[in-house]
């Protein structure tokens, strides 16, 4: 490892966060942090790259990323965005579905919400 390159090692939360649905929430995250990188990169003129060095199921994936100087970079228009970021972190209040809403979520879903195909987070 040297001064440009990072390894970002990512965690999901599918077995223990209701809400982390075979952890693709998890990946999302890791997307936006790998995104975030490349943004506040470009700010001082260097490119990234990125590859997921880690194998098989991506529980724990392993990401490396690659900071290369690029002169000719053009700062990402978002990187004064960074610092103001914010994410939704108050609870969400919970409301019981119509029978409207139940019946066309159930449409929507199709056989994803067949019992058969249901997993219980324990």
Same mark, same amino acid.
């Given at each position: 490892? =040297?001064? !440009?390159?990072? $390894?970002?090692?990512?965690?999901?939360?599918? =077995?223990?966060?209701?809400?982390?649905?075979?952890?693709?929430?998890? !990946?999302?995250? !890791?997307?936006?942090?790998?995104?975030?990188?490349?943004?506040?990169?470009?700010?001082?003129?260097?490119? @990234?790259?990125? @590859?997921?060095?880690? #194998?098989?199921?991506?529980?724990?994936?392993?990401? +490396?990323?690659?900071?290369?100087?690029?002169?000719?970079?053009?700062?990402?228009?978002?990187? =004064?965005?960074?610092?103001? $970021?914010?994410?939704?972190?108050?609870?969400?209040?919970?409301?019981?579905?119509? @029978?409207? #809403?139940? #019946?066309?979520?159930?449409?929507?879903?199709? +056989?994803?919400?067949?019992?058969?195909?249901? $997993?219980?987070? $324990?």
């Amino acid at each position: 490892m =040297d001064d !440009h390159h990072i $390894r970002v090692h990512g965690f999901d939360t599918r =077995d223990h966060v209701l809400y982390d649905y075979d952890g693709h929430p998890s !990946h999302i995250a !890791h997307g936006a942090l790998l995104e975030t990188l490349r943004i506040a990169a470009s700010g001082v003129g260097l490119k @990234t790259t990125w @590859t997921v060095a880690s #194998q098989g199921e991506h529980r724990n994936p392993i990401y +490396d990323v690659m900071l290369v100087s690029d002169p000719a970079l053009v700062r990402d228009p978002l990187y =004064d965005c960074i610092e103001t $970021r914010t994410v939704q972190r108050r609870p969400m209040k919970t409301t019981a579905l119509t @029978t409207m #809403q139940r #019946q066309a979520l159930m449409e929507a879903a199709g +056989d994803e919400l067949q019992p058969s195909n249901l $997993r219980v987070a $324990r």
